[in-house]
Every structure is written in C-alpha cells, then in structure tokens.
C-alpha cells in the first residue's frame, strides 16, 4: 500500500463501473466481455499494451489460428475487438490503488484520478533475472530477456540461453536466425520444456546444451564478452565467450501494487477463490497470469478475463438487486 500523490483530488474525479488494468490476452478478453455487456468498460493498458505476446514471435496454439499468427498482431487482434464494442482502451500505468472501501480510488500515472464500482486486474507477469550483480549492470549492453525484440542486435556473434522451460527453448530456435552458436545453459540435466519443443532445440545443429551447469557471472565491461559457469556436478568453473547472454528463467507476476490490499500465494500470484475470479475484496477480480502459475498460455489467460467479465457483471447486477 502506497499513499497517493500528493495534488491528487478525488472530488469530481472521473467514475467508471469497470476498470480493467492490464492488456495482455486476459485484459482484453475481460474488456470486450465487459464492453459487450454494456458495461463500458475502461482498460489501462499498463507500459507494455498488448503484454508478453508483444514479445514473441509465432504463436502455435492459440486455437482459431490454423496456420500460426505473430503475437503482436495477435495482440492487435483483441485489440481491435475489444474497442469494436466499446472499450475504452488508454495508454498508461495504474501507480496507486485504494480498495478499502467502494467506490474503489485508482490512481493512473501518478496524476489522474478514476473511481471505479469493480476492477478487474490483469496485469500479468514479467520475465525473471538471476540476480547478479553484472547481469544487471549489462541489461540491454548484452544482457536481454526478449530474443525477439533484441536478437538480432547479436547477428553474427556467439550467444548463450539460459533455463529449461519452453520460453528458454523458443529463444534459442529464435536466436539461431542470427547467431553463429547457441549455448543452451540448464541447471538441470532435463529440459522442463514440451517434448516438441524440445525435440526441435535437440534437432538444430547451431545449438549446443551445456547440462548441471549454473551461470554464476556476466562477463563484460561496456558490452556482454561472456559468461562464466559453474558445473553442478563437477563444481568446476569456465568461461564461454559470447556476445549477448538471454536470461529465460521463467516469470514472476506484476502485482507488487496490490500488496496489502489483495491475498497473494508465496510467489506474490493473487489468491482467488475456486473455480472464480473472486479475489479477498468483493468486487476486485483478479485473470490471466497475474493469477495463474500453473497454466499460464494466451488461451487460458483470455478465458480466466471472460470469467472475471462474467463474475463481474454478475457482482455488479446482485449489487443493483439489493440496492433496489
Ligand atoms: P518455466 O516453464 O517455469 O521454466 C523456467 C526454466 O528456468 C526451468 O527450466 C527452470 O529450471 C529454469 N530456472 C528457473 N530459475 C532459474 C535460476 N535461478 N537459474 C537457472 N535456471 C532457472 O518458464 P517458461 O519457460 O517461461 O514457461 C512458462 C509457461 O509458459 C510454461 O507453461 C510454458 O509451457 C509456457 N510457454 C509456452 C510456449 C509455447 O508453447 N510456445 C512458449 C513459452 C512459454 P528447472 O527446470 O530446473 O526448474
């Protein structure tokens, strides 16, 4: 819980019955549900619109999409459908939230005011780091967690992947469009990752894994030259010279606003109730992987938003009932 910004009055402030944060398939999905529904709802789209599929390439399982599509025009996509019906979809970041009595207070970009009857948020997750000290020193100098958005920064060099799961093997099928070498780097001696997914990393010949080893260093003074390992068996350290060091290690979920406010698991993903979008606060839903750490795809993520729409609507109509 954070206070507001000073300056920043409520009096006459603008009201909406729903205010969806977030802009990933979840966000947009509760939006066009909630738009449908004559609800006119308002997204804030966070300070990445349209969210992790933004950064990635083609997207394979999203079902209606026989032949694959790109995530950004994916993301384009729901968005245009969801303003057909009327969401009204701005850019920004919700900075502060006041759940403890409604009308819930929201304050978006540290200035503006809204008020809001439900929210539903769906801020989704963010790419996780090491935690080393050089890692973050070379962010964006050599160290990235996109191969979309900065592969082919790198073409021509040495690059190396860190993790096991399926963002870790899409970055480096991605990565080998530009690089001489893929290092794949695993912690463990088995991929997490899909059979096929894995099988396609095993089949490339331009990527090499290097198994029970951990990156323990970033090597480089004003650019990424390497990265230095540790053998998990062995114990033994060397360096691998590279030229850009992609971390893909998993995510944790965008929620650190709501703390204080809202019920959250160890891992800081919103507690909602079974088979609901129900969070702590009665007429707080919280969808998609904001939520949601074990499932976690496009698919799933716009489904959990068309239920928080739903429970929303639901919520706001008992309310009507009761006030008469
Ligand atoms: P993930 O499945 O959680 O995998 C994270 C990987 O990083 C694991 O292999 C883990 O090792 C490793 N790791 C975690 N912390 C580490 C650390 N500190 N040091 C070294 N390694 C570390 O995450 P994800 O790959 O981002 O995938 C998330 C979800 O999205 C999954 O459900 C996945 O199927 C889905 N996804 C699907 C696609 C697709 O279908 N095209 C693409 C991307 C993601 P351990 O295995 O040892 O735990």
Partial sequence: MSEFPAGVDFAGSEHRRVVIIGS?????????YAARASLAPV??????????LTTTTDVENYPGYADGV????????????????????????VTHVDFSERLFRLVVDEETPLTADVVIIATGASAKYLGLENEKRLLGRGVSACATCD????????????????????????????????????????????????????DHEKIEILWNTVVIDVLGGGEVTGVRLR??????????????FFVAI???????????????DSQGYLVTEPRST????????????????????????????????????RFLAAQEAESG
């Fill in 231 to 244: 053998s998990t068996v062995t114990g033994e350290e060397h360096d691998l010279a590279v030229g850009g």
């Fill in 151 to 202: 592969g082919a920064f790198f073409r021509g060099l040495p690059l190396a992947v860190v993790g096991g799961g399926d963002s870790a093997m899409e970055e480096s099928l991605f990565l080998t469009r530009f690089a001489t070498k893929v290092t794949l780097i695993h912690r463990r001696d088995a991929l997490r990752a899909s059979k096929i997914m894995q099988q396609r990393v095993f």
């Fill in 43 to 52: 997204v804030i789209t966070g300070i990445e619109p349209g969210g992790q």
């Fill in 24 to 32: 990933g398939p979840a966000g947009y999905t509760a939006a066009l």
């Fill in 70 to 93: 790109m995530g950004p025009e994916m993301m384009e996509d729901f968005q245009r459908q969801a303003a057909r019906f009327g969401a009204d979809i701005r850019f920004g970041a």
């Fill in 278 to 313: 129900y969070t702590n606060i009665p007429g707080v839903f919280a969808c998609g992987d904001a939520q949601d750490h074990v499932y976690r795809q496009a698919v799933t993520a716009a489904g959990s938003g068309c239920m928080a729409a739903i429970d929303a609507e």
């Fill in 250 to 264: 998993g995510h944790k979920p965008n929620t650190a606003l709501f703390s204080g406010w809202l019920e959250m």
